[in-house]
């Protein structure tokens, strides 16, 4: 089969759906994907895929020229490849790749990888995307969902019919690459990293006030950050990192070892739709402190394996600190070890592979 892909980034593609790729290559199917240019051009070619550039897809913009720009580089992808499935993932190649396909009865399997801050902070732009999700995903063979959340809202808005949804378990995680990693039990010095886009529906804000609060009863505490900045916060994290209150890594390519050496990751988004960053933290074997979002809460076992707390509230993150703290090495260990348990059963990225193949082959 010859197989399209619209996405909107090439560290998503390549990072959470390698196996994917590779299970499809392997497969003998010819596989195509559009994506804006970036770092990971190369390591996609190498796997056997064929990179087109996609010059015209901004995920944040709306410039509804551009957007036009968009649908018609779909239109001509689909009509010069002819692929037998399309593959979508995020909410413009879902949106108005689907649409294309829609138009020219081209098969197509949408992956709603969130809601987005366009559909969760309501308004007029609610309004807007909702429609243009009705259009994009009116004839999908198969829209997948991230968390169950996400699905029942489209449901309940009439976005997408019941008989054409399915929900995975995120993104899954590759177990074998996020292997087990020893616990580190040294002392009293515990390491507490956040992994991420830094902004502000990530809890930058709460993180970064918790640390604070945090370092003056358990100084022996270290945040550390990871990440780019995606809205302006370079000056306050510069200025943090400079105080002693966090410790700012950069944007690092790969982030095993960064998690290997913590004994605790920090998430304090306010939606996803489902976390990789949870799911390779609990692989690895560490205990995750994480919002009670939907695509945070499916991740961990509240005192089981992580504990919870309130998104954009400061006071219940500092309460979550403080009980994950008040554990022993011990306890902290076996925490991280059920996580791992939990990742190998429930979210192994095969399981993914699996899924798709069955929806790819289904006529």
């Known amino acids: 089969m010859i197989i399209l892909i619209l996405t909107n980034h090439q560290l998503g593609l390549y990072k959470f759906r390698r196996e ?79 649409y294309v396909c829609g138009r020219l009865d081209v098969p197509y399997i949408a992956n709603v990888t969130g809601l ?21 995903l009116k004839k999908a063979r198969k829209v997948f969902f991230q968390n169950s959340a996400n699905r029942d809202y489209m449901l309940e808005h009439h976005i997408v019919s019941e008989d054409t949804t399915d929900v995975l378990p995120g993104s899954g995680v590759n177990t074998e690459q996020n292997c ?81 050496e913590s004994h605790a990751i920090l998430h304090a988004s306010y939606h996803e739709g489902m976390s990789n960053v949870l799911l390779e933290a609990a692989s690895t074997g560490r205990p995750v402190i994480a ?11 509240p005192g089981v394996t992580g504990i919870g707390f309130e998104a954009k509230n400061t006071e219940s993150l500092v309460a979550a600190i403080e009980t994950f703290l008040q554990l022993t090495p011990e306890q902290r260990m076996q925490m991280g070890k059920a ?17 798709y193949t069955e929806a790819i082959e289904a006529k």
């Open 116 to 136: 987005g801050t366009s559909i969760q902070n309501g308004g007029l732009l609610q309004k807007v995307t909702q429609t243009l999700y009705r259009k994009g």
């Open 339 to 355: 996580g791992r348990e939990k990742m190998v059963r429930e979210f192994d990225r095969k399981i993914i592979c699996d899924r």
């Open 20 to 98: 994917l790729l590779e299970r499809l290559l392997q497969e003998k199917h010819e596989v195509y994907v559009s994506v804006p240019p970036a770092e990971y051009t190369e390591e996609l070619r190498q796997l056997g895929v064929e990179v087109i550039d996609n010059n015209f897809l901004d995920r944040r913009g709306t410039d509804p020229i551009r957007d036009l720009r968009l649908i018609k580089h779909y239109k001509s992808l689909v009509k010069i490849i002819r692929p037998d499935v399309v593959l979508t993932y995020t909410i413009k190649p879902n949106v108005y790749g689907g």
């Open 291 to 301: 919002t009670n979002v939907p695509g945070c809460r499916e991740t961990y076992e």
């Open 180 to 260: 087990y990693e020893p616990y580190p039990m040294d002392g009293d010095h515990v390491i507490i990293t956040t992994i991420g886009r830094i902004m502000k529906d990530k809890g930058i804000d709460e993180i970064l006030e918790a640390a604070r609060i945090i370092k003056q009863s358990h100084p022996n505490t270290e945040f550390r950050l990871i990440g780019d900045f995606d809205e302006g916060y370079e000056e306050t994290i510069r200025e943090a990192d400079k105080q002693g209150i966090i410790k700012y890594l950069g944007f690092q390519k790969d982030v095993h070892r960064y998690i290997a």
